[in-house]
């Protein structure tokens, strides 16, 4: 959705809450297929079920169904009789067309403050026919390249550098090896992996998807796929790998997996390879997508394994890595007084996890159910990227996450714990392209993770 049209809704949220008539919309909005049928039934189990919790939780997922998904659900409040409400929202679209835009017809991103510090970009070449210019996150300094480049000679498929070594923050030494290993065994500080094989590592990886999902092929997903297997083993996890699983089989095999008996194990570690996008949430961000088109919010998939639904994990640490994208926006970086050579190389095998932007109807940046129940202890969830920005994945040499990742663990995962690994990926990334990508994470571990090696 554009944003202009996200704005508008939020502005807009407390009247339509208020007077939706949410019961007259639910045949017009599944024949404009604008949901689907499974979606609207978790529209209608929202919060009580009462008519304003469903018109809430219908107006927060309409900002995750794409492009024309606000011209749409105007169209269906005009077939069901809702005018009054049809004409305030298509008053403020035609408001909101007439303010002035963020890229002067020049093509030049307008120079704005960014961030806490106030840093004021220089004014830089677009770099792409979308206008929209990405909110950047908590992202580490990087330099643009000073040469002009035009639109046609740059494009989303043609980011991608050498992979630059991780960056060293501590000796390596055995002094080092010695100190992980006194806190390794102290069961008040880190988590205790004696167990062989420590876990299950179960990888989805979803490469080929059906045409009328309107989602490309994941080339390069597989260089990543037996990357992990192989890390991952090295690890002592068993691994399963699933691959090419629809939404509904995707989460099947995350229920089966959370069935098992996980007693007699330390350690058990979710891995998703696909395409992803925003999704709205009250714990963990983002989606997937199974290879029908439909999604899996983040959410979901990490309750499966909460107290309630796998009780043989309690207190032991669960481990989730996405790669896919949280959202569509390109990020640009920022300038900052140090200069590299990094990030302006070109390579024309890499392309985004997002979802394209879908002009039509029909539209597939698809919400599954949210859930309520609070969230576990012991839980790592680690994103390839910064929530709303593409993650970027080269067709010969796999994703820029995954394959740093991959690195960090061969490198330092004898003398260093989890979250010490994640920030080396995260420096190692955000150094990568032209356009930028800073993973992150959500931690809910008690103690140090250590692997097992």
């Not at 089989?249 to 390879?273: N, Q, S, T, W, Y």
């Not at 919400?367 to 067709?395: C, E, H, M, Q």
Request: hydrophobic share 35%; with cysteine; net charge negative.
């Amino acid at each position: 959705m554009d944003e202009a049209d996200r704005q508008l809704l939020r502005r807009c949220r407390v009247r339509l809450v208020s007077e939706l008539q949410v019961a007259e919309l639910w045949d017009a909005l599944l024949s404009r297929e604008l949901f689907s049928r499974d979606m609207i039934e978790d529209i209608q189990r929202a919060g009580s079920g009462s008519r304003r919790d469903q018109a809430r939780q219908l107006v927060t997922d309409l900002e995750t169904r794409g492009r024309q998904a606000l011209p749409l659900f105007i169209s269906c409040l005009e077939d069901t009789g809702q005018d009054t409400l049809a004409s305030f929202l298509r008053r403020g679209r035609q408001a909101a067309e007439q303010r002035p835009q963020t890229v002067n017809p020049l093509g030049h991103l307008v120079p704005v403050a960014l961030g806490p510090m106030g840093i004021i970009p220089k004014e830089q070449k677009a770099v792409t026919s979308d206008p929209s210019q990405p909110a950047l996150g908590n992202l580490a300094p990087v330099v643009l390249g000073p040469e002009e480049v035009r639109p046609a000679q740059l494009r989303p498929e043609v980011l991608r550098p050498e992979t630059p070594r991780p960056v060293d923050i501590s000796s390596g030494s055995s002094h080092d090896v010695c100190a992980a290993e006194k806190i390794k065994g102290r069961a008040d500080m880190a988590y205790i992996l004696d167990a062989d094989p420590c876990g299950y590592c179960l990888i989805i990886n979803n490469v080929n998807f059906c045409p009328s999902s309107g989602l490309s092929t994941r080339a390069g997903s597989n260089v990543d796929c037996e990357k992990l297997q192989l890390r991952f083993c090295w690890l002592h996890f068993r691994v399963e790998v699933k691959n090419d699983l629809t939404a509904k089989k995707m989460v099947a095999a995350l229920v089966e997996m959370a069935g098992r008996d996980h007693r007699a194990l330390d350690c058990f570690v979710v891995v998703i390879l696909s395409h992803g996008c925003q999704a709205s949430h009250l714990q963990f961000p983002g989606a997937v997508y199974g290879t029908d088109g439909c999604s899996v919010s983040i959410e979901k998939i990490v309750n499966i394994f909460n107290g309630a639904g796998c009780p043989s994990l309690g207190g032991k640490p669960k481990l989730f890595f996405i790669q896919a994208c949280g959202g569509e926006q390109k990020d640009h970086g920022f300038e900052v007084a140090c200069t590299s050579s990094q990030g302006r190389a070109l390579d024309s095998d890499s392309e985004p996890d997002a979802v394209p932007y879908q002009e039509g109807p029909r539209t597939f940046d698809q919400l599954d159910a949210v859930s309520s129940l609070p969230t576990p202890s012991d839980i790592l969830v680690s994103y390839s990227t910064f929530p709303g920005f593409v993650s970027w994945r080269n067709k010969e040499s796999g994703s820029w996450y995954i394959e740093t990742l991959d690195g960090i663990l061969e490198q330092w995962a004898r003398s260093e714990d989890l979250l010490s690994l994640l920030l080396r990926v995260a420096n190692a990334v955000s150094e990568k392209g032209i356009y930028k990508q800073i993973p992150g994470c959500f931690n809910f571990l008690r103690k140090k993770l250590f692997f097992k090696t």
